[in-house]
């Protein structure tokens, strides 16, 4: 699961920094997904060490009657612009020093390779799957890290346009294992009346909305 909708009135690229809540929206899509979950068969929740996610997952676990297992491998993805705002025209960008940061699409120049984030994504999912082996697990992580390991997972290059990413705030991607294969993938947008359009998976960027400050 992405977490929901995080309180940032400045527009800042949070990443992986601390202080950064989920907004009052934000904490009704967490709870429309715990609710949209309630009578599933979980047995282990588990979230990012980062708040937005942790306070995603509460309803959830709450639901279940379960502790939240912190991971550190669902965390966001390193990012060099993180603390800044970011755009074309605006923001990081605009300083000439930044610009050899976005150089190299493929590894990618600006931040944690994509390659290292199917590493550990797939190492969270694995230790997920064995502790709740026969039931199901929630994963609550980040934007980028879930498109990436889902783009390895269905064999599709791992570079990408971000505009692109089919995982909206407060989605699901679900991976079904059979035995210790992943034999589908899945998704849904539980909370999808509560994201403001412009922020819906494959949504064209309107102006001034455009912006993706964290994950």
Same mark, same amino acid.
């Given at each position: 699961?992405?977490?929901?909708?995080?309180?940032?009135?400045?527009?800042?690229?949070?990443?992986?920094?601390?202080?950064?809540?989920?907004?009052?929206?934000?904490?009704?899509?967490?709870?429309?997904?715990?609710?949209?979950?309630?009578?599933?068969?979980?047995?282990?929740?588990?979230?990012?060490?980062?708040?937005?996610?942790?306070?995603?997952?509460?309803?959830?676990?709450?639901?279940?009657?379960?502790?939240?297992?912190?991971?550190?491998?669902?965390?966001?993805?390193?990012?060099?612009?993180?603390?800044?705002?970011?755009?074309?025209?605006?923001?990081?960008?605009?300083?000439?020093?930044?610009?050899?940061?976005?150089?190299?699409?493929?590894?990618?120049?600006?931040?944690?390779?994509?390659?290292?984030?199917?590493?550990?994504?797939?190492?969270?999912?694995?230790?997920?799957?064995?502790?709740?082996?026969?039931?199901?697990?929630?994963?609550?992580?980040?934007?980028?890290?879930?498109?990436?390991?889902?783009?390895?997972?269905? +064999?599709?290059?791992?570079?990408?346009?971000?505009?692109?990413?089919?995982?909206?705030?407060?989605?699901?991607?679900?991976?079904?294992?059979?035995?210790?294969?992943?034999?589908?993938?899945?998704?849904?947008?539980?909370?999808?009346?509560?994201?403001?359009?412009?922020?819906?998976?494959?949504? +064209?960027?309107?102006?001034? +909305?455009? +912006?993706?400050?964290?994950?």
């Amino acid at each position: 699961m992405r977490h929901g909708e995080v309180e940032n009135p400045d527009g800042i690229l949070y990443g992986r920094l601390a202080g950064y809540h989920l907004s009052e929206l934000g904490r009704r899509m967490a709870d429309r997904v715990g609710e949209h979950l309630a009578s599933r068969d979980i047995t282990h929740v588990v979230a990012s060490p980062l708040e937005r996610a942790q306070e995603t997952a509460e309803p959830i676990a709450k639901a279940h009657g379960l502790d939240i297992v912190t991971d550190e491998r669902l965390i966001e993805a390193e990012n060099v612009f993180q603390g800044k705002t970011f755009g074309i025209g605006d923001g990081a960008l605009r300083r000439p020093g930044n610009w050899r940061h976005v150089v190299n699409p493929f590894r990618p120049s600006w931040g944690e390779p994509y390659v290292d984030q199917v590493i550990r994504m797939m190492g969270a999912l694995n230790a997920a799957k064995d502790a709740a082996r026969g039931h199901e697990a929630v994963l609550v992580s980040h934007q980028l890290p879930i498109w990436i390991v889902r783009s390895y997972v269905e +064999k599709r290059r791992l570079w990408h346009d971000p505009r692109r990413r089919q995982c909206t705030l407060a989605s699901l991607t679900t991976f079904t294992y059979q035995g210790d294969r992943i034999v589908s993938v899945g998704y849904s947008e539980p909370a999808r009346d509560l994201v403001p359009a412009h922020l819906l998976a494959g949504a +064209k960027p309107a102006k001034g +909305k455009g +912006k993706a400050y964290g994950a």
